[in-house]
């Protein structure tokens, strides 16, 4: 039983380009978290999901940032036109029902804009 | 301010030695609050989960303990071992709200031997 699985694990955009964050999430776990970290910060709450909807996007900027968790296939984490800013490790996590559920984390992927 | 605060925000310890963790939170309605090992490069990972009523509570060498009148934790480990370094960070669960985990921004351990 595969972990949460984030791909890529390292990705690098000039600025302005855009950046696809891929989340696959546990087997049989329906609801999924992105978070962001910044180096020395605590993880920040982006967007929660279950499949085909956003049930909490609060904490994700209102503009270049977007999220799906389709029927089928991977959660995407998008962002537009990066920037340096958007310079951090994102990271997914899944459960199988709510936040109070255990989390499962995936490895990250590690964001650097030029 | 952080509404979960951890000290210290870093600890060099020899291997073998024990250590403790602090965190302290103001967040509330308290559900309960979890501890997870980051190591370098890897997405968190669980070691424990105390609820309201649980003072106490141990995974191997890893012994958390809970005061909720306080709005205090503490992570100790025992016996430490170079695999323990790492960051421990503190997650604080409020009852309600999809958007309910408050992170604290971690102690980063280091074992050396």
């Known amino acids: 039983n595969a972990g949460v699985m984030q791909n890529p694990r390292h990705l690098v955009r000039r600025r302005g380009q855009e950046a696809r964050l891929r989340c696959s999430p546990m087997?049989?776990?329906?609801?999924v978290y992105w978070y962001r970290q910044l180096p020395e910060e605590g993880l920040k709450f982006m967007v929660y999901?279950?499949?085909?909807?956003?049930?909490?996007e609060s904490g994700m900027p209102k503009e270049r940032f977007s999220a799906e968790f389709p029927k089928e296939g991977p959660s995407i984490l998008r962002i537009q036109q990066v920037v340096r800013g958007d310079s951090a490790a994102y990271f997914c996590?899944?459960?199988?029902?709510?936040?109070?559920?255990?989390?499962?984390f995936g490895s990250g992927t590690q964001l650097s804009v030029l | 301010k952080n509404q979960v605060e951890q000290s210290p925000q870093s600890l060099i310890i020899l291997e073998g030695k024990n250590c403790t963790l602090q965190?302290?939170?103001?967040?509330?309605?308290?559900?309960?609050l979890r501890w997870y090992k980051q190591d370098t490069g890897r997405g968190p990972v669980s070691l424990t989960i105390?609820?309201?009523?649980?003072n106490t509570k141990s995974n191997g060498r890893y012994t958390a303990t809970l005061d909720a009148d306080t709005k205090q934790s503490s992570l100790h480990i025992t016996a430490s071992q170079l695999s323990d370094s790492a960051s421990y960070i503190c997650?604080?669960?409020?009852?309600?709200?999809?958007?309910?985990?408050?992170f604290g921004t971690g102690t980063r351990l280091t074992v050396i031997p």
């Open positions: 105390m609820t309201f009523s649980e």
């Open positions: 996590a899944s459960s199988p029902s709510g936040t109070n559920e255990k989390l499962f």
């Open positions: 965190c302290n939170y103001t967040v509330s309605p308290f559900s309960n």
């Open positions: 999901l279950q499949k085909e909807n956003i049930i909490d």
């Open positions: 087997k049989g776990h329906s609801h």
């Open positions: 997650v604080v669960i409020l009852q309600t709200g999809a958007n309910n985990l408050f």
